[in-house]
């Protein structure tokens, strides 16, 4: 058996298109959605993301704002311009690209955007509300997996489902969405006993843990769905320094029905889900809705 691929790229270009209808449908009324980008310090990977998700922007019909600072910057210079963003009525959505350098306090940066406009949908007021049931804005990550999901039509309701990871980016927000679909979610960390015992019960299988191939096809139940949230490089072989994930790919497409792969599986939905949630963000403030 060979897992059918899901193809983050082409899924991301569908959507992207029903989310330039939309914008194209508020320019009609005079209103240009807007993001704003935060982007401090030289990281390379932090600088590609922004550039990526500034080059969607444009594409979907979205102005977007990029403010790039210095590794030292005091941080009441980006607290200072968060105010101003938040107090201005043309943007739309906020987005501070993490990592930050460690003199920052990631918190005290993420709860000072006006919670209306946390498109990555961070703030605790908007962690709160997706804990609730009731999310304002669903983080990005998990948001492009649940599509992913519904892309290749998993069954959901009382699905066995397997979460890798705890993170507050990926892996507790994902559980809570999963929650909400009446999914059975078991949570694994580094801390687990007998991790591949819990993996291969799982019908559905999210890898989010950040360790290279760390997941492999004896680790995973025959016909599971399998999605790779990693973002990881090659350490060796003929493939060093490649990008790769939290899966072994190879192993694990003859033993899944559904995978991901990595690059072009959850990446470019991620940025997509944040287009989206920026997009949502506008139409909220276009019909004065304060949700």
Request: net charge neutral; proline share 7%; glycine share 8%.
């Amino acid at each position: 058996m060979t897992a059918r691929i899901i193809d983050g790229n082409a899924l991301s270009a569908q959507v992207r298109g029903q989310l330039a209808e939309r914008a194209a449908a508020l320019s009609s009324r005079g209103i240009t959605p807007c993001l704003a980008v935060l982007l401090v310090g030289e990281d390379p990977a932090s600088a590609v993301y922004v550039r990526n998700k500034v080059a969607a922007c444009e594409k979907a019909g979205v102005r977007s704002l990029k403010d790039v600072y210095p590794p030292d910057v005091d941080p009441a210079v980006v607290f200072a311009r968060i105010a101003e963003l938040n107090a201005d009525p043309a943007v739309h959505g906020i987005l501070v690209q993490l990592p930050l350098p460690k003199h920052f306090d990631a918190e005290a940066v993420l709860e000072a955007i006006a919670p209306e406009k946390d498109v990555d949908g961070f703030h605790a007021e908007n962690v709160g509300a997706l804990m609730q049931g009731n999310p304002r804005f669903i983080p990005c990550t998990p948001y492009g997996v649940m599509k992913m999901l519904e892309s290749v039509a998993a069954p959901l309701k009382g699905a066995e489902v397997v979460v890798v990871g705890r993170s507050n980016i990926v892996g507790k927000p994902m559980a809570m969405l999963l929650l909400a679909q009446s999914c059975t979610v078991t949570i694994c960390h580094s801390q687990t006993r007998d991790l591949a015992f819990h993996t291969r019960r799982a019908d559905i299988l999210i890898a989010a843990v950040g360790r290279e191939r760390m997941i492999t096809g004896d680790m995973i139940k025959p016909g599971a769905t399998v999605i790779d949230v990693g973002m990881n490089r090659f350490s060796s072989g003929p493939n060093a320094g490649k990008l790769c994930g939290d899966v072994d790919f190879d192993s694990a497409k003859e033993v899944a029905g559904a995978i991901s792969p990595v690059p072009g599986g959850v990446g470019p939905m991620t940025i997509t889900m944040l287009l989206a949630n920026t997009l949502e963000a506008a139409e909220r403030k276009a019909s004065g809705e304060t949700k």
